[in-house]
T-cell receptor
Framework: QKEVEQDPGPLSVPEGAIVSLNCTYS??????FMWYRQYSRKGPELLMY????GNKEDGRFTAQVDKSSKYISLFIRDSQPSDSATYLC???????????FGKGTLLTVNP | DTAVSQTPKYLVTQMGNDKSIKCEQN?????MYWYKQDSKKFLKIMFS???????INETVPNRFSPKSPDKAHLNLHINSLELGDSAVYFC???????????FGPGTRLTVL
């Protein structure tokens, strides 16, 4: 079983839709949970991070962590064509501060 | 005022050759990383240096050798390139222990 599992998609939605992206993990040592966004032919950039179970909101984006189920989600409200990108979940735990990424989900928001 | 820069952006070479990729960051961070992203977009850590000291060394063939001349630079040298080395290589930097890593634009390596 991989440490971090993420459905690669692709996911195609109309503009204005609510998007739900998810990851599961198996390593109980993970304490920090992040979502990175990667536009085509660019490097990933941090979108959101959280370190506790519950929800964290930032504008149209909400990150959700359920440590008991080892499940994290990213919700995008009122999705825009500019949200079209690959979304990678990432997790960190342990003394070497290593980031473990999911495989990424390719999202396309159609105008 | 580029934060993390890599050179070259594209690299096309023949099997068996030796090549280097360079990375520089001007963010004042103390930790730098090399990642490999394969054709399926899977991003995997290869190495990490903190203050010029190797702190993460994943299961990577010893044909890959990182070098950090100072905190702001991390280079990657690859010997005897193979077809399977074709990928995008990303450099990143952070303050050690911080959640956010800043990624460079990537170096797209194609081995023919």
């Amino acid at each position: 079983q991989k440490e971090v599992e993420q459905d690669p998609g692709p996911l195609s939605v109309p503009e204005g839709a609510i998007v739900s992206l998810n990851c599961t993990y198996s390593n109980s040592a993970f304490q920090y949970f992040m979502w990175y966004r990667q536009y085509s032919r660019k490097g990933p950039e941090l979108l959101m991070y959280t370190y506790s179970s519950g929800n964290k909101e930032d504008g149209r984006f909400t990150a959700q962590v359920d440590k008991s189920s080892k499940y994290i989600s990213l919700f995008i409200r009122d999705s825009q064509p500019s949200d079209s990108a690959t979304y990678l979940c990432a997790m960190m735990g342990g003394s070497n501060y290593k980031l473990t990424f999911g495989k990424g989900t390719l999202l396309t928001v159609n105008p | 005022d580029t934060a993390v820069s890599q050179t070259p952006k594209y690299l096309v070479t023949q099997m068996g050759n030796d090549k280097s990729i360079k990375c520089e960051q001007n963010l004042g961070h103390d930790t730098m990383y090399w990642y490999k992203q394969d054709s399926k977009k899977f991003l995997k850590i290869m190495f990490s240096y903190n203050n010029k000291e190797l702190i993460i060394n994943e299961t990577v063939p010893n044909r890959f050798s990182p070098k950090s001349p100072d905190k702001a630079h991390l280079n990657l040298h690859i010997n005897s390139l193979e077809l399977g080395d074709s990928a995008v290589y990303f450099c990143a930097s952070s303050i050690r222990g911080a959640n956010e890593q800043f990624f460079g634009p990537g170096t797209r390596l194609t081995v023919l």
